[in-house]
């Protein structure tokens, strides 16, 4: 509520929320102005503090955690001189557009740059080994094998693998070729990113520090936890990073050029898109769908009459609606011509229904804490895009902001589901978007269109321009000056450029090939099984990969299976997932 009335314009944006000709009256709301900001600070320090853990020793219990690393936290006197330099650097930027906005370009494409090469590494990475990598790639390279998924083969995360299926048909499958590929829509999603935070503002150089924020917090923050481990340790998480990211990255560049210009083409392409989004990941493919629907539908709401904006929303939703079930009868006739039979959709929501509704690795989602200051960002987003419909204002950024507070919602029921401080981090990058859009607009009101130094530098807009300016500079100043612990990760990319980088399992590959003949089937119990399939061109002997057998029931079938079919080749490698794990298979 108190970031509702900050925002708040009484139909006439912002102009009249104090009043002017009555002096008592004035001064009532001046202080109730005060008090407001007061509370605001209040409940933002309340809500990042956290709840600390005393039975935990580690940084899980800290309070603070999510401001821990933030330069400006850590040592709070760099925190004069770099919203000083954030500060003057906006404004330099309303002066000199041009040239600020070739520095912003220059700036950000060298932090994507940055993320590309961090997101690539070759066979002979040792991440390529880890649980979390191999719940992404096994279904890829099962895939290439001729499974299908949903008809004998599941992924957790998603069709993703039959769409990539013709990229690696063209150019082989390997863990290089796969991180190529994840690095690049990784990539692709940050680009997207940085297009709508410059196009809905008129400065780059706030465009500029909310982008460089975003990876920070997003990306940078999530992948290093911040700590020194991660000089041995660097988490790429190919699962969020691009395969939960990339549509709804790619939903804000379309949907800003939509609501800026409608046109059918963007219009109908965006639909598409989002249409597919659902299939390659329902997470996060629902909550892009889900925006988009939501944002068209608000900017029916501007029609003259409601009988026009009934029937305007109602196509739109009509229209979205008859998107989805295309994609998905397009997903059908490849299948049944492929296979001659039918998807199973009935295996498509399997592993929500294991983590969300049996509660699989479920963490508590404590009070107060950080999640709250999200949502009241997305909260705020969606109040000033009532407001702006109430004063009949039909600026794309407000619909923007009603697609970016939605967005934001539905990509929050992930931390919902697993309520740990890095998944927050990773998926609350939309209040990134929407902290761009209130800025711009907080700064334009202190530099155009004010009759009276009083009305321009009320308490309120002074408080949220100060929390958004400090936590946008103190993220974006931490992002360099702890780019030393993403340096790593880039030499390895670069390394597997320049000279590639071969895997450690030849000789285990080799042993696979000798025992088996071309087209047999094969389960690895091993966290690298699905490299170990990719090479020996053996077929997947079960529906999943280890990692990915979360279920008693799942272990209870591949033993069926394994004891009624003896020409199964089971592996069991040297480095399998566990020692208790080899022993159950062997018995």
């Not at 590494?121 to 191999?134: A, D, K, L, M, R």
Request: aromatic share 14%.
């Amino acid at each position: 509520p108190m970031a509702i009335f900050a925002f708040h314009s009484r139909k006439h944006r912002g102009d009249t929320l104090l009043p002017v000709n009555n002096v008592r009256a004035k001064r009532a709301a001046l202080v109730a102005e005060i008090v407001r900001s007061v509370s605001l600070l209040a409940f933002c320090m309340f809500a990042a503090r956290g709840v600390p853990n005393p039975l935990d020793t580690t940084w899980f219990g800290e309070i603070y955690h999510y401001l821990r690393i933030n330069t400006f936290f850590s040592a709070p006197l760099i925190a004069v001189p770099g919203v000083a330099l954030a500060i003057a650097g906006i404004v330099v930027a309303f002066k000199l557009r041009t040239t600020s906005l070739v520095v912003a370009c220059v700036v950000a494409a060298y932090a994507i740059a940055g993320i590309f090469l961090a997101q690539f590494i070759g066979s002979g990475h040792p991440y390529h080994q880890s649980g979390h990598f191999s719940a992404v790639y096994y279904p890829v390279a099962a895939v290439e094998q001729g499974q299908v998924l949903l008809v004998d083969g599941d992924s957790q995360y998603g069709l993703y693998p039959h769409f990539l299926q013709p990229l690696f048909a063209q150019t082989g499958l390997s863990v290089a070729s796969f991180t190529f590929a994840m690095a690049s829509l990784t990539a692709i999603g940050f680009v997207s990113i940085w297009i709508s935070m410059l196009r809905s503002t008129r400065n780059p150089a706030i465009a500029l520090l909310a982008f460089l924020a975003c990876v920070f917090s997003g990306w940078f923050y999530f992948s290093t936890m911040g700590l020194a481990e991660a000089r041995t340790y660097f988490d790429r998480y190919y699962q969020y990073f691009p395969v939960r990211f990339i549509f709804p990255a790619i939903l804000l560049p379309l949907a800003w050029s939509y609501f800026t210009r409608p046109r059918h083409s963007v219009y109908w392409l965006t639909n598409a898109v989002m249409a597919l989004g659902v299939l390659w990941n329902t997470d996060s493919g629902v909550a892009a769908w889900g925006a988009w629907t939501v944002g068209l539908c608000y900017a029916s709401l501007f029609r003259q009459s409601w009988s026009q904006r009934i029937r305007s929303a109602l196509g739109n939703i009509a229209a979205n609606v008859a998107s989805l079930v295309l994609a998905i009868l397009l997903h059908v006739a490849i299948v049944y011509a492929a296979r001659g039979v039918l998807p199973d959709y009935g295996r498509f929501l399997d592993y929500q229904r294991s983590f969300y509704g049996a509660g699989l690795a479920m963490l508590e989602m404590h009070v107060p804490d950080a999640w709250m200051v999200v949502m009241l960002v997305y909260l705020a987003g969606i109040a000033r895009a009532a407001v702006a419909w109430n004063a009949d204002d039909r600026s794309p950024r407000y619909c923007m902001h009603l697609v970016a507070a939605v967005l934001g919602t539905g990509l929050f029921a992930y931390f919902q589901g697993r309520s740990h401080p890095q998944v927050l981090c990773v998926c609350s990058w939309p209040a990134f978007v929407s902290l761009t859009l209130f800025l711009a607009e907080l700064l334009a009101r202190f530099s155009l269109g004010e009759s009276s130094w009083r009305l321009r530098f009320r308490p309120l807009p002074l408080t949220c321009t100060a929390l958004i300016v400090w936590f946008l500079a103190g993220c974006s100043w931490s992002l360099v000056a702890q780019a030393e612990l993403v340096q790593p990760p880039i030499n390895d990319g670069i390394q597997e450029f320049t000279a590639g980088s071969s895997g450690p399992y030849e000789a285990e590959i080799a042993l696979i090939r000798r025992n088996t003949r071309p087209n047999d089937r094969l389960f690895a119990l091993s966290t690298v099984d699905g490299p170990l399939l990719t090479e020996s061109q053996c077929k997947p002997a079960f529906r999943t990969g280890l990692v990915q057998m979360l279920r008693r029931q799942d272990f209870r079938q591949l033993f069926d299976e394994l004891a009624a079919d003896s020409n199964i080749n089971n592996y069991v490698p040297r480095h399998a997932f566990s020692r208790d794990s080899r022993d159950l298979l062997v018995q």
